[in-house]
């Protein structure tokens, strides 16, 4: 089940005469000239549908998982929105290369807004974009022309990117705008880029610092036919999003959380780590292989431990990351540094026997649990420039 949360802004530009100015010579009473400017009515539906509530339920859902659910909330509240604090509105006319006629760029941080739109009569490309103010590595290009016009990371970047700042929503609409007629057209903003969430239990684990990327993530889209491409090898830099302020303590030793299995139990002695990255989203299908399992897109987690050493887990992951959605991702860090994706200790361990005598047994994924990291590789005392790059 996915969620649609709408928001109308109508676009109505009363009065922009000042702003558009008419073409030479056209007047009120001058109905037969071609290039005089026929008014209409443009309606925005800024459209939110996302997963991002459906997985926080699954896998944020138990009452002590809440300090958890809030940080990362928090932190996303500026991503899954359902207004347009900005908008950049361009209009384009096919009749004439194809150039840009019409633009307009404002603040809105409204419900709803109206404009009079007054454009010579042709036929007509428009392409939309809202939240790009303050997004961060995201800049629009090529946007002279409709067929050209890009949502892409910052091309000054090496190879590494910052983490995006705002849901980016876009909107494209062919208006065949026609002499003398009242027209009304919808125009709908979807987002583009999506979320992912990696939480782990640190308990084992006594280190420095934590970082993390993520790999095989778009590095732009085409606004024109919502194509997305992945010409460069970016690496997404996560966030390390602070836990402590939303944590609250439900025992007297200190804070114990519920992970979000149903048979299975960890507490949390020492406050988990969130690392947590926006950007465009994934491919839909496999390109690579971890063995002989195809997988999607991959986090490159780094653990500096005490010693002064690093360990480099890399998370291959096998579900794909749509615009609009959420994927929050758990594991464990060993002593080691190394990641872990499935706990080991149930709420009542009962020996199982076998032949290597009694151990406790590994947890089953409870049902509708997806597991989407399909493989990891580890490397200890990993070297700044050792880093495997798969091509994806």
């Known amino acids: 089940m996915v969620l649609r949360r709408s928001l109308t802004v109508v676009a109505a530009m009363a009065g922009l005469a000042g702003a558009l100015a008419l073409p030479g010579g056209c007047g009120l009473i001058d109905e037969d000239r071609v290039d005089c400017p026929e008014e209409i009515t443009l309606t925005y539906s800024l459209d939110l549908i996302t ?14 998982d809440l300090p958890l659910r809030l940080a990362l909330e928090d932190y996303l509240k500026g991503i899954f929105v359902d207004k347009a604090h900005d908008v950049d509105l361009s209009f384009y006319n096919l009749r004439q290369a194809g150039d840009r006629t019409e633009r307009i760029t404002e603040i809105i941080d409204a419900g709803r807004r109206e404009y009079d739109i007054r454009l010579v009569a042709s036929d007509y490309q428009h392409l939309g974009v809202a939240n790009l103010s303050g997004n961060g590595p995201v800049i629009l290009s090529d946007d002279e022309k ?5 949502l892409k990371e910052d091309a000054l970047a090496a190879t590494t990117v910052e983490s995006h700042r705002t849901g980016i929503f876009s909107a494209r609409k062919r208006m065949l705008i026609r002499k003398d007629e009242s027209q009304h057209f919808d125009a709908h903003l979807y987002m583009a880029n999506d979320a992912a969430a990696l939480i782990l239990n640190v308990d084992s684990c006594v280190f420095r610092s934590i970082r993390a990327d993520f790999q095989g993530l778009a590095d732009r889209f085409r606004i024109n036919d ?34 979000a299995y149903d048979e299975y139990w960890e507490l ?35 653990v500096e431990l005490m010693d002064g050493t690093t360990t480099l887990s890399q998370l291959f992951i096998g579900e794909p990351l749509p615009a609009s959605h959420l994927m929050i991702i758990k594991g464990w860090l060993d002593a080691d540094g190394s990641f872990k994706s499935r706990p080991m200790v149930p709420i009542n361990p009962e020996p199982d026997p076998g032949p290597d005598g009694p151990h406790p047994p590994t947890p089953p994924t409870p049902p509708g649990w997806v597991d989407a990291v399909v493989g990891v590789d580890v490397t200890l005392n990993w070297k700044e420039g050792a880093t495997f790059d798969p091509v994806l």
């Open 51 to 64: 997963n991002k509530d459906e997985e926080m339920d699954q896998k944020l859902g138990k009452e002590k």
């Open 146 to 150: 409709a067929e050209n016009a890009e």
């Open 226 to 259: 919502s194509t997305y491409f992945w010409d460069r090898q970016i690496h997404v830099a996560a966030d390390l999003v602070d836990v402590e302020p939303y944590l609250q303590r439900v025992s007297g030793n200190g804070p114990s959380y519920v992970w």
């Open 268 to 302: 949390w002695e020492r406050t988990p780590v969130m690392l947590c990255a926006v950007g465009f989203p994934s491919r839909n299908v496999g390109t690579a292989v971890i063995g002989t399992t195809p997988y999607i897109w991959a986090i490159n987690l780094y």
